[in-house]
């Protein structure tokens, strides 16, 4: 399992140029697959790191913008099926935070396909595996997310700042401010 400050600095230590996804796990269906998946030995990219969720109810927009500011190039968040949530509603509450994400990256001219929902039961491991096979290969094939060095005059490099090029640009992220990523938190 990879702690959320870790999953954070992944873009940093991909060698070679190679894209990095966080993906954001519920306990009870996402994770129980994934971990099955790993006991058969089935691989996955190395460009995804597992975060472990009691639910994904408890991820919020900040946690998957705050993943792609600080060096994931995407981020995907996966849990029950819909109406099957272990929490009775955190995963449609986890859909409309996607969906909000989505929207958002749109409007600054990024990809809003950086940020995904996949949904599945713990007895469905091909379905996690394909799931995250289906992010990796959508991430590889939009071009690199590129940001603003921190301490850098965000203006001068926005999206609308003279660039052409939409999708190409997120905001400056605060490093010295302590982690990437907290600890996922709030309601279900």
């Known amino acids: 399992m990879t702690t959320a400050t870790e999953a954070a600095e992944v873009g940093t230590g991909m060698a070679g140029g190679e894209r990095s996804i966080v993906a954001f796990c519920c306990r009870?269906?996402?994770y129980a697959a994934a971990d099955t998946s790993a006991n058969a030995r089935t691989s996955l990219p190395?460009?995804?790191?597992l975060i472990l969720l009691p639910c994904t109810g408890r991820v919020s927009p900040l946690h998957?913008?705050?993943?792609?500011?600080?060096?994931?190039?995407?981020?995907?968040?996966?849990?029950?099926l819909e109406g099957q949530c272990?929490?009775?509603e955190g995963n449609f509450n986890a859909i409309d935070r996607v969906t909000f994400v989505q929207r958002?990256?749109?409007?600054?001219?990024?990809e809003p396909e950086r940020c995904r929902m996949f949904t599945m039961s713990a007895g469905e491991p091909p379905r996690f595996v394909a799931a995250v096979k289906e992010m990796d290969r959508v991430v590889g094939a939009l071009p690199p997310l590129t940001r603003c060095a921190a301490g850098a005059d965000p203006s001068a490099t926005a999206v609308g700042a003279g660039d052409t090029a939409p999708g190409t640009r997120v905001g400056a992220a605060r490093?010295?401010?302590?982690p990437a990523l907290v600890a996922p938190g709030g309601e279900h």
């Open 175 to 178: 490093r010295s401010a302590g």
């Open 86 to 88: 272990h929490y009775r």
């Open 28 to 30: 009870e269906c996402a």
């Open 64 to 80: 998957l913008l705050s993943a792609l500011a600080e060096g994931a190039d995407g981020v995907m968040v996966a849990g029950c």
């Open 46 to 49: 190395p460009s995804v790191r």
């Open 104 to 110: 958002l990256l749109e409007s600054v001219g990024v």
